[in-house]
């Protein structure tokens, strides 16, 4: 009963974090609020006894693509004031469409039969990912980091003022 309380309320922290990353008006703001639902994501795997996912979406989410975001926000200019209102002529439209997405993925997801054991995962399951990471699956990491600097490199240039 009490790890499903501190599971909603944990979830409600998260949801309400995401909902001001979309209705701040602070670019700085939006970045912040993004590292707090991270946080909030890694806490709810924890509750699901998922740990390598919660230390994975910490490392990853958390330490490199918000970092990420807030170095890209703070090295172009603008970014730090507050220009813009987060409402547009569009604004209703696209949540119409975001509730029926909602709607149709949640109708999508009640129908499958998720297979649920009472087995234990195995012992070097762990030790297996990290032997495929650094195995097959090495260069696919390896070009999306190169990818990601290279997004960042182009939004600085791009945000630059011209001298």
Request: aromatic share 10%; no cysteine.
């Amino acid at each position: 009963m009490l790890l499903q309380v501190i599971f909603l309320l944990v979830s409600a922290a998260t949801l309400g974090a995401a909902l001001l990353v979309v209705t701040s008006r602070n670019l700085f703001h939006s970045a912040l609020f993004l590292t707090a639902s991270f946080f909030g994501i890694a806490a709810l795997y924890i509750l699901l006894e998922a740990e390598f996912l919660a230390v994975v979406q910490v490392l990853i989410y958390v330490g490199a693509i918000a970092t990420l975001i807030v170095f890209a926000i703070m090295l172009s200019r603008g970014g730090l004031r507050d220009v813009a209102s987060p409402m547009n002529d569009q604004w209703l439209l696209v949540a119409i469409g975001a509730l029926a997405l909602f709607a149709v993925l949640t109708a999508l997801i009640q129908q499958i039969v998720w297979p649920v054991t009472e087995a234990k995962p195995a012992a070097d399951i762990l030790a297996g990912l990290g032997r495929a990471f650094m195995g097959p699956y090495v260069i696919p990491f390896e070009v999306a980091s190169v990818l990601l600097v290279v997004a960042l490199i182009g939004a600085i240039l791009i945000a630059r003022e011209k001298e």
